[in-house]
Nanobody
Framework: QVHLVESGGGLVQPGGSLRLSCLVS????????IGWFRQAPGKEREGVSC????????TYADSVKDRFTISRDKAKSTVYLEMNNLKPEDSAVYYC???????????????WGQGTQVTVSS
C-alpha cells in the first residue's frame, strides 16, 4: 500500500504562486511515477504533471507548461508542484498519485491522495 498526503493549497490572487507538496509513504511498494492531477467543479479530473522516479524526467500538460514545475526530494519522500503565474482557471482540487507509468493519464496510477484545494481569485 502507498499513502499520499497533499498539502500547500490555499487562496491566491491571479499571478501569484503556490507550492504543493505530496508526502509519499508505503511498505516498499514500487512505483515508477508520481503524478499531479486536478479537478474543477463540474469537470473531469485532468493530468497536470508527472515525474519518473527512475530518471526524474518530468511531463507537463500544455495548459501549465512554463508555469508549473514538478520536482522530487527523494530523502524527504516528497514530490512538489511549484505553481507560478496562477490563473483563475487553475482553481481546482489537486491530487497526487503514485503509479507504474510516468504519464498524465489516470489509469496509470493506483494510489491517490485526498487532495488539496487551490483557489485563484482576486
Amino acid at each position: 500500500q502507498v499513502h499520499l498526503v497533499e498539502s500547500g493549497g490555499g487562496l491566491v490572487q491571479p499571478g501569484g504562486s503556490l507550492r504543493l507538496s505530496c508526502l509519499v509513504s508505503g511498505n516498499g511498494v514500487p512505483h515508477d511515477a508520481i503524478g499531479w492531477f486536478r479537478q474543477a467543479p463540474g469537470k473531469e479530473r485532468e493530468g497536470v504533471s508527472c515525474i519518473s522516479t527512475r530518471d526524474e524526467i518530468a511531463t507537463y500538460a500544455d495548459s501549465v507548461k512554463d508555469r508549473f514545475t514538478i520536482s522530487r526530494d527523494k530523502a524527504k519522500s516528497t514530490v512538489y508542484l511549484e505553481m507560478n503565474n496562477l490563473k483563475p482557471e487553475d482553481s481546482a482540487v489537486y491530487y497526487c498519485a503514485a503509479g507504474s507509468l510516468p504519464a498524465t493519464i489516470e489509469r496509470s496510477y493506483n494510489y491517490w491522495g485526498q487532495g488539496t484545494q487551490v483557489t485563484v481569485s482576486s
